[in-house]
């Protein structure tokens, strides 16, 4: 059997299986959904939603996470974290912003790029703990 490719990509993947990937991705969500129980318990926030969104693009595989919390005052502060493939390797994406009637305003962003599944899984999960561990205020 040939190593798969991913679609858009002419190398074979890394000898990181599926599981291993599948298991990195579930331990980023995992990230993700402890952070919006955390925000539940908060008095300032009003509701929590929480999206892991693979992409439907057959060009360039992608996965998205959106925790966004609508606060108490009116204002959304929405925890984004993108991960695609760029190039050879993989782009990560991690960016916190605050909505509120005049739009969104971006209070972080932070871009990596890393080469191989085994480097992006090993890295994701620790770049999602730091995306939900910067301080905002949520007022």
């Not at 892991?52 to 919390?69: G, V």
């Not at 925890?79 to 972080?108: E, F």
Request: with cysteine; hydrophobic share 40%.
């Amino acid at each position: 059997m040939t190593d798969p490719t991913w679609p858009g990509s002419r190398e074979p993947t890394s000898s990181l299986d599926l599981g291993q990937m599948l298991a990195g991705l579930g331990a980023t969500d995992a990230v993700l959904q402890g952070h919006s129980v955390a925000l539940r318990g908060n008095p300032a926030v009003s509701s929590v939603t929480v999206v892991c969104e693979p992409s439907r693009s057959s060009e360039s595989p992608a996965i998205e996470w959106f925790c966004d919390a609508e606060l108490t005052s009116g204002v959304a502060v929405s925890w984004n974290l993108l991960l695609y493939r760029k190039g050879a390797g993989w782009a990560v994406q991690r960016r916190i912003s605050r909505i509120d009637a005049g739009g969104s305003d971006p209070l972080m962003e932070l871009d990596e790029v890393v080469d191989g599944e085994a480097a992006m899984i090993g890295l994701l999960t620790t770049l999602a703990g730091e995306l939900v561990a910067a301080t905002v205020p949520l007022e």
